[in-house]
């Protein structure tokens, strides 16, 4: 018991367009600030709080971010908000 139960199962990539480089920056950050590590540069991998993804930047526009594990109790759909959610914050910056 207490074990960590992580589902592998199928959450499709989320791709974002018009990232600039201040919104990919302030995107990290806030990431962090929620207790997710993240890879330094442009791509690598998110870590923390159930959830393990990579993510890829192309350094203008596109990110990508694919889910390899969550939370048996985390559907898709709460951790792609989320992220989406972190980046509609970051708009402004």
Do not use: H
Request: glycine share 12%; net charge positive; proline share 2%.
């Amino acid at each position: 018991m207490g074990e960590r139960k992580l589902d592998t199962e199928g959450c499709q990539g989320i791709k974002f367009k018009n990232v600039t480089p201040d919104m990919f920056s302030c995107m990290k950050k806030k990431l962090q600030a929620c207790g997710i590590e993240t890879s330094p540069g442009n791509s690598g991998m998110l870590e923390g709080n159930g959830i393990v993804a990579s993510f890829s930047w192309d350094g203008e526009a596109n990110l990508i971010i694919e889910i390899k594990e969550k939370s048996l109790n985390t559907y898709c759909g709460q951790v792609s908000g989320k992220f989406r959610a972190l980046l509609r914050e970051c708009q402004g910056f």
